[in-house]
C-alpha cells in the first residue's frame, strides 16, 4: 500500500517514481568508509605500505651489509654495498675494541637513562599541577609555558646562562638545558585533564592528598602516554649530540656516541682521542666505511631493541592523545 501510495503522489507532481526509490537508497547507504575496500583501493594500500617499508629497510640492510664487508667489496660496489660480498665482522671487532667507542656507549646509556627520569619526573608533576582547575595560576603558567614555543632567548643566551651557572664540562649541562618539552607537557596534560572525576572524587572521600592521587589513580590509567612520552624523551637523549659541541667539545672521556660517531665521519680516520693500539693499527686492514657502518648499526641497536616492546603503548598513546587534546 505504500509504494502504490508513494509512486501515485510522484505521479501526480509530473516526477518519474524512480526518484523516490533512489532518494531512498540513498538514505540507506552507509558512508564511504564504511564501504568494504575495492580492488583497486586494495591494491593501493598494498602498494603504498610497501613502497613505505622499502624505503625504510633498504637503508638499514644496506648499512648492515656495508658493515660486513671487507675493503675488496667495498672498493668493487665503489662505496656502500648493496649485496653480501666476502662478509666479515672485522670492523665490529676493531670498533668494539677500542675504549672510545665502549666508553661512549657507556656514557650514551647513562645520560639516556638519567636524562629520561628527570624529564619525565618534572613533565609529569608540571602536567598534573596544569591539569587541575583549582590548581593556582594553572591558566597563566599554561599560557607561559605555550609562549616558550614559539619565542625564545636563543643559542648565544642559553650557551651564556648555562656557561655562568658552571655547566661547561659538566655532565648537567648534556641533560638540563633540555630537560622539559613543552608539547610533551601539553599531551600529558590533555590526557591528565579527561580523567575519570569519579575515581579522583572518591580518592580524595578515601582520604587521598594529591600525590596519592597522582601515583594512585593518574598514573595507573595513563601508562600508554607516560610510555609513548618516555619514549620520546628517550630517544631525544639517545639521539643527542649538539649540547656536546657547545659545553665539552674536548673532553672525549666525557663524548657520547652519536658526537663519537659524527666526530668520526667528519674526519674520516681513527676517532679522536683512540689510542694507537686502537683503530690507528688496524685502520688500515679494516674498510673505513665499514667502520662508520658499523659505528652506526651500534647506535641504531638500543632503539631497534625497545621499539617493540613499547609498540602497543605507542599506538595507543598517540591516537588517545590526539583524540582527547
Known amino acids: 500500500m505504500t509504494d502504490t501510495l508513494t509512486v501515485e503522489r510522484a505521479g501526480a507532481k509530473g516526477r518519474p517514481p524512480t526518484r523516490t526509490a533512489a532518494r531512498g537508497r540513498r538514505r540507506t547507504a552507509r558512508p564511504s568508509w564504511e564501504e568494504p575496500p575495492t580492488a583497486v583501493g586494495r591494491t593501493a594500500k598494498g602498494l603504498t605500505l610497501g613502497t613505505v617499508l622499502a624505503v625504510v629497510l633498504v637503508p638499514l640492510w644496506i648499512i648492515v651489509v656495508t658493515s660486513l664487508s671487507t675493503q675488496a667489496a667495498?672498493?668493487?660496489?665503489?662505496g656502500l654495498v648493496i649485496w653480501p660480498d666476502g662478509l666479515t665482522t672485522e670492523a665490529y671487532r676493531v670498533m668494539l675494541g677500542d675504549a672510545t667507542v665502549r666508553n661512549a656507549l657507556f656514557v650514551s646509556l647513562g645520560i639516556t637513562v638519567v636524562g629520561t627520569a628527570v624529564s619525565m619526573v618534572v613533565s609529569i608533576l608540571c602536567a598534573y599541577g596544569l591539569s587541575r582547575s583549582r590548581s593556582v595560576a594553572h591558566r597563566f603558567l599554561l599560557v607561559l609555558l605555550i609562549v616558550t614555543m614559539f619565542v625564545n632567548g636563543g643559542l648565544i643566551p642559553t650557551f651564556l646562562v648555562v656557561t655562568e651557572l658552571g655547566g661547561y664540562g659538566q655532565?648537567?649541562?648534556?641533560?638540563?638545558?633540555?630537560?622539559?618539552?613543552?608539547?610533551?607537557?601539553?599531551?600529558?596534560?590533555?590526557f591528565y585533564s579527561e580523567t575519570s572525576v569519579d575515581l579522583i572524587e572518591a580518592a580524595r572521600i578515601d582520604g587521598a592528598g594529591e600525590w596519592r592521587t597522582l601515583w594512585s589513580i593518574v598514573l595507573p590509567t595513563s601508562r600508554a602516554v607516560t610510555a609513548v612520552i618516555a619514549l620520546f624523551y628517550g630517544v631525544g637523549y639517545w639521539n643527542s649530540f649538539f649540547n656536546v659541541m657547545l659545553y665539552m667539545p674536548t673532553d672525549?672521556?666525557?663524548w657520547p656516541l652519536q658526537y663519537v660517531l659524527l666526530t668520526y665521519v667528519n674526519r674520516g680516520n681513527g676517532l679522536p682521542g683512540s689510542v694507537n693500539a686502537g683503530f690507528g693499527t688496524q685502520f688500515s686492514q679494516t674498510a673505513p666505511l665499514s667502520l662508520q657502518m658499523a659505528v652506526v648499526v651500534l647506535t641504531l641497536v638500543p632503539v631497534l631493541i625497545v621499539y617493540p616492546f613499547m609498540q602497543k603503548h605507542f599506538r595507543v598513546g598517540v591516537l588517545t592523545g590526539a583524540v582527547k587534546g
Not at 74 to 78: D, F, K, L, P
Open 171 to 190: 655532565w648537567w649541562a648534556l641533560i638540563l638545558p633540555g630537560a622539559v618539552s613543552v608539547f610533551n607537557i601539553l599531551v600529558l596534560r590533555a
Open 74 to 78: 667495498v672498493n668493487r660496489a665503489g
Open 252 to 254: 672525549s672521556e666525557k
